[in-house]
C-alpha cells in the first residue's frame, strides 16, 4: 500500500510517499524559512500564499523521487487539523482534488498524532503501550498510547508551547527565525548553569506545562522588565552572554520536558516514551531523555532527527493504520484549526 502524503499546516510545503506505513519512498520538504525570516515569525496569510505557490511542484517531485506514477497510489492523506486555516486548506483542497481524480480513499490527519507516528519510522518501533511527548512550535502535549493511532490526552500546555519559547528567546537575542535550531548553536558555547530560570510547573503534580513564565524571564533577564519593543529589538549583546542565556534557557526547557515526561510514563505505568515534534530535534533534549529513560528502565523511542519538524512522511505513515482500520474521510471533510 501506497500513500501519498501532505502537509501544509504551518510554514513548510511537505509531500512524501511511504510503502505500508514504514517505507519512507520520499520526502520533500519545501520550508519558507526564508520568506518568513523577514518578518521573525510565521506570517499566516504570507504562508497561505507560499503553500499555494508550491504544493503542486512539491507533490509532482515527492511522485517522482519515489519512482511512482501519480495513478499508482493507493491513497492520499493530509493534515486537515490543527494549523493555521489558510494553511491547512490549500493542503486539504489538494488532497481532496486528488483522491477525487484518482478515485482513491482520502485520509484525514491529526498534526499531533503524525508527530508521533514518525517514530514508528525509525529503525526501532515503539513497543505499547507508552507515554508520547509531542514538542513542537504549536504544542508540547502528553498523551498515553494505547495504538499507532490511539492516543488520549494527558496533559499540555497551559500556555506557550516549547517550541514558541524557542523562538521568541531567539527573537529576544538577535538570532533570527526559526529560533530553535538557533538556540541550540548559541548554547553550545554557553554555560547551563550561568543563569538560573525558572522550571515552571516541574512539580504540578499532572501532566501540564507552562513556558511563557520561562520567556519572560529571560526578557527580564537581557533588557528589563520596562523595556519597549525597540528596545529588545535594539539591543546587542556580548557573543557569551548570548551563549549564556541560551544554555541556561535550553537547560530549564529541557529539564521541564524531561522530568514531566519520565513522570508521565510512570504514572500510567508504561515502559517505552516516545518523542516527536520539532523541538525533539534538540541535541541535549535527546541526550537528556536517554539518560533519565534509561535510569528509569523506560524504552526510549525519539523520531528520527530529519523527521522531528514538519514532514509529510509521518502523515502518509500514519495514515496507513488509519486506512486498515477503515478510517477513511468523506470529500466534505473540513479543516480545522
Ligand atoms: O514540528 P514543527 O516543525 O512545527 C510545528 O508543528 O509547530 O516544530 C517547529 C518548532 C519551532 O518552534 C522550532 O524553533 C523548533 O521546533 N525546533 C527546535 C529545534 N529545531 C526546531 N527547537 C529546539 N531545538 C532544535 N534543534
Ligand atoms: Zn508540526
New binding site residues.
Partial sequence: MRILGIETS?D?TAAAVVEAGTRVLSSIVASQQEVHEQFGGVVPEVACRAHVEAVLPVIRRALEVAAVPIDRIDAVAVTTTPGLIGALLVGVTAAKSLSWALDVPLVAVN?LHA?AYAAWLSDEPPELPAVTLVV????TSLFRTDGPIEHSLLGSTVDDAA??A??KVAHILGLGY????A??RAAAGGRPDAVSFPRSMLRSGNANFSFSGLKTAVLYHCVGPNASREDIEGAVYEPSFVADVAAAFQEAVVDVLAAKACAAARQEGVRTLIVG???A??GRLRERLAAEADALGLALRLAPRRLC??NAAMIAGVACPMLRAGRTAPLTVEAVP
Fill in positions: 504551518c513548510e498534526h508527530h513542537s512550535g504549536g504544542h517550541g514558541e524557542f523562538d526559526p529560533g530553535g535550531p538556540i541550540e515534534g520539532g523541538v530535534a534538540n519538524t514538519d
